[in-house]
């Protein structure tokens, strides 16, 4: 089942027996599809940085589930439950800092747990369910935060929170998506070093619908703010504290100091799932560290003595840097000031 609709861009697409899954690692000079029909493939998928963006990470996830309890469930088999339990184990420490992953699984667990019969069409049609309300979700917050921006302004996006990130339309990217639709919009991009999400993902994307977008260096964002000419910056979100706290790519709290000292506004945009109520502020999120060769690759440098590298990929941008959090289910102007709880 195709629940991408006629958009043109996404990462995932389930057939009812397998989950395709776009390597965005090799975008954009190759469009390639690897596919999956067990849980722990989907693991390294998320893993491996084949599929990446906090929302389809659970989108993924959940479809990881669904396999898992294809593969396994048997009535002939006292222990299919435990393989599952098993592989949901697998899934859920595949990236530790996107909140939708967990959101994601505990929502499978629990139609798991509702089933008393066999559980194969519940279980695939709860990580469709997912799918679809996430594109849903997609689309509101894009018309929120156009009404939030209006049209002649100049936008600066971080890292790829497009429909690449999502099932489809995007969070941040979505808000362009739909301010573009109302009138000229000038966007920047900014290359988001060191796996270049931005060079390689956003321009690419936005290319795909014909929106036109300027590339620029992640150390020219102050200059160009420096110019007047920016307007907002606009990212996604992997985890948002209850305070409002939100973390995201490295180089987002960067730039909402940046945008702070400049006068520029700050939008995140993200589906509620991404929003983790139990966490009281963004000092206990944890704070995926990647392998140092991701920065090392192309430095030719092998003695390790010499040089080393430390490869956070994510950053927490206090809430009283941010001027709107937007959601499906409303915006929350100053989070500093109210916290999201409203939005549970």
């Keep these: 089942m195709n629940v991408n609709n006629e958009l043109k861009v996404h990462a995932l697409e389930w057939t009812g027996n ?37 929302p389809a990470i659970g989108i993924a996830a959940a479809y990881g589930v669904a396999l898992s309890v294809m593969q396994h469930y048997s009535v002939s088999e006292a222990d299919w439950e435990s393989k599952v339990e098993d592989d949901i184990q697998k899934l859920a420490i595949s990236r530790p800092t996107a909140v939708n992953l967990f959101w994601a699984l505990d929502k499978m667990q629990q139609v798991l747990h509702e089933q008393s019969g066999n559980p194969v069409q519940a279980i695939k049609q709860a990580a469709v369910q997912i799918h679809t309300d996430d594109i849903k979700a997609n689309l509101t917050m894009g018309e929120f935060g156009a009404d939030l921006i209006g049209t002649g302004n100049t936008v600066m996006t971080h890292c790829n929170a497009g429909a690449l990130a999502t099932g489809g339309y995007g969070t941040a990217l979505g808000v362009i998506r739909s301010v573009h639709k109302r009138g000229e919009t000038k ?3 900014g290359e988001t070093r060191p796996w270049l999400q931005g ?27 420096k110019s007047g000419e920016l307007d907002w910056i606009i990212v996604g979100a992997d985890r948002i504290a209850a305070n409002g706290d939100v973390a995201n790519k490295i180089g987002t709290y960067s730039l909402a100091v940046l945008a ?37 690759a192309d430095c030719y440098i092998n003695d390790e003595s010499i040089v080393t590298a430390w490869n956070p990929v994510f950053d927490v941008t206090p809430a009283s840097l941010i001027t709107a959090i937007v959601t499906e289910k409303g915006v929350v102007l100053e989070p500093a000031e109210n916290g999201v709880r409203s939005l549970k």
């Excluded at 067990?38 to 599929?51: G, H, K, N, P």
């Excluded at 321009?203 to 300027?214: H, K």
């Excluded at 000292?261 to 929003?275: D, F, R, W």
């Design 18 to 54: 397998s989950l395709k899954v776009l390597d965005q690692r090799v975008l954009p000079e190759t469009i390639r599809f690897d596919e999956y029909t067990d849980a722990l493939s989907v693991a390294e998928a998320i893993t491996s940085m084949r599929v990446r963006g906090a």
């Design 187 to 189: 966007v920047y991009a």
């Design 199 to 225: 060079a390689r993902l956003t321009v690419w994307e936005l290319a795909q619908d014909n929106i036109p977008a300027t590339l620029i260096a992640d150390s020219a964002a102050a200059w160009l703010m």
């Design 260 to 296: 702070k000292q400049h006068g520029v506004k700050m939008m995140v945009v993200a589906p509620v799932s991404t929003i983790d109520f139990a966490m009281e502020s963004g000092a206990g999120i944890e704070i995926e560290q990647r392998n140092k060769n991701e920065l090392l």
